[in-house]
C-alpha cells in the first residue's frame, strides 16, 4: 500500500549529538511536512517543502534544518540536540496544489535526549 | 491568525455512551475541517473530513457537521466501544499561500468496558 514511513520509531541520542530523522513516501505527493509533538501537545509544525521549495516556521530554531533530495525523502536534522527536543516527529504528506488537501502521517518518531 | 479550539479533555466514557468533542475554529476564508484520532504511540490518522460549509464528514460511526454560521465542527458518535480509546485532534487547512494544518490541543478519549 502507498504510505508515508518514518525511521527509526524510536531514536535515542545523546546531549549534543546530531541526529538524522528520515521519512519516505510512495504517494507521489507535492508536499512532505514536519511536526513535533510533545507529550499531551497539538503537533507542531517545524517546516515544510513543496516539491524543492522550502518554507521555515517563523518560530522553528536554527537547530532544526531540513533536506529533501528527491520526491520521495525527507530529512529531519537536529544539529545540536537539547533535552527539549525529545519529542514524537511527525512527517507528513499532501498533494498540494488545490485548497486545503488532507494531509497523510507516518507513524512518527519518538527521539529520546540522554 | 488561524486556530482551532477544542473542548478540555480527557474525556472518559462507558461503552456504548454518546460521545460529542466540541472543536471552533477561527480563520479567513473557507477553510476545510478535519478530524484526526491518534492511537497510543502512534501517528495521525484522518478520521473524517468537510470542506465546505453544511458538509457532514462521516467514517466509522463517528460524524461531524461544518457549521459556518457558529464556526463549528463538533465531532460525534452515537455509541463509542473501548477501541475509540485514542487522542482525538481537530484540525483546519487553509492555504494562505502555503499548504498548512492548524491543529487543535487534542481530546484524550477513554473508553471503559
Known amino acids: 500500500d502507498a504510505m508515508v514511513i518514518q525511521n527509526p520509531r524510536y531514536q535515542v541520542t545523546q546531549f549534543g549529538k546530531p541526529v538524522t530523522l528520515s521519512c519516505s513516501q510512495t504517494?507521489?505527493?507535492?508536499?512532505m511536512y514536519w511536526y513535533q509533538q510533545k507529550s499531551s501537545q497539538a503537533p507542531k509544525l517545524l517546516f515544510h517543502?513543496?516539491?524543492?521549495?522550502?518554507?521555515n516556521e517563523a518560530d522553528t530554531p536554527d537547530n532544526f534544518q531540513s533536506r529533501r533530495p528527491n520526491t520521495s525523502f525527507c530529512f529531519l536534522d537536529i544539529r545540536s540536540p537539547g533535552l527539549g527536543d525529545a519529542a514524537m516527529y511527525l512527517c507528513?504528506?499532501?498533494?498540494?496544489?488545490?485548497?486545503?488537501?488532507?494531509?497523510?502521517f507516518g507513524q512518527g518518531t519518538r527521539l529520546t535526549v540522554v | 491568525g488561524d486556530s482551532v479550539t477544542q473542548m478540555e479533555g480527557p474525556v472518559t466514557l462507558s461503552e456504548e455512551a454518546f460521545l460529542t468533542i466540541n472543536c471552533t475554529y477561527t480563520a479567513t476564508g473557507y477553510p476545510s475541517l478535519f478530524w484526526y484520532v491518534q492511537y497510543p504511540g502512534e501517528g495521525l490518522q484522518l478520521l473524517l473530513k468537510?470542506?465546505?460549509?453544511?458538509d457532514k464528514g462521516s467514517n466509522k460511526g463517528f460524524e461531524a457537521t461544518y457549521r459556518k454560521e457558529t464556526t463549528s465542527f463538533h465531532l460525534e458518535k452515537g455509541s463509542v466501544q473501548v477501541s475509540d480509546s485514542a487522542v482525538y485532534f481537530c484540525?483546519?487547512?487553509?492555504?494562505?499561500?502555503?499548504?498548512?494544518?492548524?491543529f487543535g490541543k487534542g481530546t484524550k478519549l477513554t473508553v471503559n468496558p
Open positions: 517543502y513543496y516539491d524543492k521549495d522550502f518554507n
Open positions: 507528513a504528506t499532501s498533494r498540494g496544489g488545490r485548497l486545503n488537501t488532507e494531509a497523510f
Open positions: 504517494l507521489n505527493h507535492n508536499v
Open positions: 468537510a470542506t465546505k460549509a453544511d
Open positions: 484540525a483546519l487547512g487553509h492555504q494562505g499561500g502555503s499548504e498548512k494544518l492548524v
